[in-house]
């Protein structure tokens, strides 16, 4: 029995409501009421109308089939990360420049449906008495509630059956459900649904997800640079060990001035941007060192500032979300043809090490197949 | 002129004051009422509760609810406070934010900041304003403390049946236990604060005290917590990297410790090794295939950056009156780091 995922994606709307199918059976809609309320306590049924108003947007796909149904084992737990950061990831790419809350901050469901109606105890019950917790934190590091029901009621094609349903929920639980300031958020035009699905697809065809976990930082980066309109030391500090973690995890020495040579070798797209690109990721790695030592990164910044010929904090924040989503495209496009590179990426490490010490010529030609089926170019 | 019955003798009178409500998620009581910094941290039962809350929030899982403590700092207030820009908000969150800050350096716990908190505004006049927002989520259902037990029930509704068994919804965060002796220290850590803002308010304090502040932030991935606390331990103790004749991170902590009167066994072998591990992979994304537990890296930083912070502030605001503020690489000497500038 496969169960179904249903992931919802806070503060995302559709404009027209309507339901867009994803790669791997995957859909992304706006959950019907009567299709939540199937998932939910049945007193729910008294918070229509706010559900309506709000129409939250899930990511619902089947998981792999498992040994028990009301619990996932390892591989179903996985497959439900995988559609979490897919449909998350593929939001922020869609979307760079609106926060959006990791998906785990809110409400998920899985739930196996059509199991026969199992008869009812001395008690009228149809459950069993007591479940052992689960102590699971996902990825992220968010700790998850989780409450597991059985539910006896119509099915799909109308017979009665049997359901368990184990509702996830984050700090937020049910809030950005139901609450009227969770229509705030963004608004998915039919062109951004299109480059949501278009993304979901190509992060789906790279296996996005836990075992592409160095590259799945990268999206981490992004989505913390997105989060606030001002630059937060952290950030900065997050987007470096993530490239850092793909340019050299070895920790070939000199350590900064390796960063600055592989990411000019990654992000230039021709041998003046190459040179110049090396002092610009050089001093990106001091401004990281500074701040994570522990200095005032007030001085920092204003000398990172001066290396990429920008002004205010808000410049050197876009220029840092602009290397985080290019790293997040190239990395898809790379894993999607390089299906059996690691979680580490070490084949993309050995390739991208071997184009940074070649002369330009032979760079942008081991370049190009580096960054091949990537959908956007600097500049 | 005939009186106009339909016009009363005297216009309504504008009744102003009222109570603000901030709510305290994660905090345990230890009396009925406690008094902190001029918030009154108080039980708020059912009825009072409701009276406060929409009831669309209250009305959800009553039966989880029922049970469970809730915690409100309330401050009364004379002014008029019928809008959510009203000043009352602002001033209840300085209070607040204050005691945040300082409870944080005072014992391990969770407090949320104020701009995820949803204050209440409750009028003399019978109206609420209450301050939402997609920062600002609720919490009512989130755990803090013990896992929360949650009942098994049978509930029927038109032609569904839901069975729920006893289970357990496991924690968000820990509590924070406040009572009568900590409300009195959070007091003191507050003063001690003010004294470093008058006497030094660009200190390289300010800046760890930030990042360790960030590092509670509830909303953010653990692996950004963490690299916060990681910027602060090198900021307190010194870096990883060792110079000649320099003591090494490890033994800074164990001096630290063991001034505050902690247990530092096998603490230095735990920095240089798991620690140093845990901050590699957050600094640099390295040894991926390592498993590591980085719950417990969180809860071991968290407390070593505490007493670090407080002996620092301590050791920072000891200084005569005609002396310059003392450095953080002053106050590393202290603890047997030898410190060169970074390159």
Known sequence: MRPEFLCHLPFVRLETGAVAPLANDARLESLSFEDWLALEDPAMEYYDRRYREVAPVFVRGLLPDGTTAGRLDEEQEKAAEEIIEQAHTAVILTAPATPIPPPSLSAGYVVWRGLPCDPPDADNCFCPPYLDPVPVVDDDGFQLGRITVWLQQAGTGGAHEQWIVERRFGPAQREWLLARHAREGIVLSADKVQAFVRQFGRLSQARWGPRRAAAGRCAEALTTLSSTPELNPEGVVLLVAALENLVNARADRPLGDTFARRCAAWFAENAGERMRDVGRFRRLYGTRSEILHGTDPATALRDMASAIDATPHAEILNWLRLHAWLAVDYLIGWYARHADDDAGATQFQAALAQAANETDEEWKNQRARIVEGRTYARG | ?343
């Open chain 2, 1 to 343: 002129m005939p009186e106009d019955k339909a016009v009363p003798a005297t216009p309504p009178t504008k009744v102003d004051g009222g109570t603000v409500y901030l709510p305290a998620h994660a905090l345990r009581l230890a009396a009925e009422r406690i008094a902190c910094h001029g918030l009154l941290f108080a039980r708020v039962d059912s009825e009072e509760w409701s009276a406060i809350e929409s009831l669309w929030m209250t009305d959800q899982e009553l039966d989880l609810w029922r049970g469970v403590e809730r915690v409100f700092a309330v401050m009364p207030y004379a002014e008029d406070a019928s809008t959510e820009s009203s000043t009352i908000f602002g001033r209840a969150f300085a209070a607040y934010g204050a005691i945040v800050e300082a409870a944080r350096l005072v014992a391990p716990g969770t407090w949320i900041d104020t701009v995820h908190l949803v204050p209440v505004a409750a009028g003399n006049n019978g109206f609420n304003v209450r301050l939402t927002g997609p920062e600002r989520p609720r919490l009512w259902a989130a755990v803090f403390g013990d896992p929360l037990k949650v009942h098994g029930r049978r509930r029927a509704w038109r032609n569904r049946v839901e069975c729920r068994p006893l289970q357990y919804h496991l924690p968000h965060g820990p509590a924070f236990l406040l009572d009568e002796s900590r409300a009195r220290i959070i007091e003191t850590v507050i003063g001690n604060l003010d004294n470093l803002r008058k006497l030094a308010p660009d200190h390289g304090w300010w800046f760890a005290n930030r990042a360790y502040q960030r590092a509670h932030d509830l909303f953010l991935p653990r692996r950004h917590r963490l690299t916060a606390l990681f910027g602060v331990l090198e900021a307190i103790y010194g870096p990883f990297r060792r110079e000649p004749c320099d003591a090494g991170l490890g033994v800074a902590v164990v001096a630290a410790l063991e001034r505050a009167g902690r247990d530092t066994s096998n603490l230095s072998a735990y920095v240089e090794r798991e620690l140093r591990q845990a901050r590699n992979r957050l600094a640099h994304g390295s040894d991926l295939a390592v498993s590591i537990d980085f719950a417990s890296v969180e809860a071991n930083l968290l407390e070593i950056v505490r007493t670090g912070l407080n002996q620092s502030l301590d050791w920072i605001c000891g200084c005569k009156d005609s002396e310059a503020p003392r450095t953080l690489g002053a106050f590393q000497l202290t603890i047997g780091r030898v410190v060169a500038e970074e390159d």
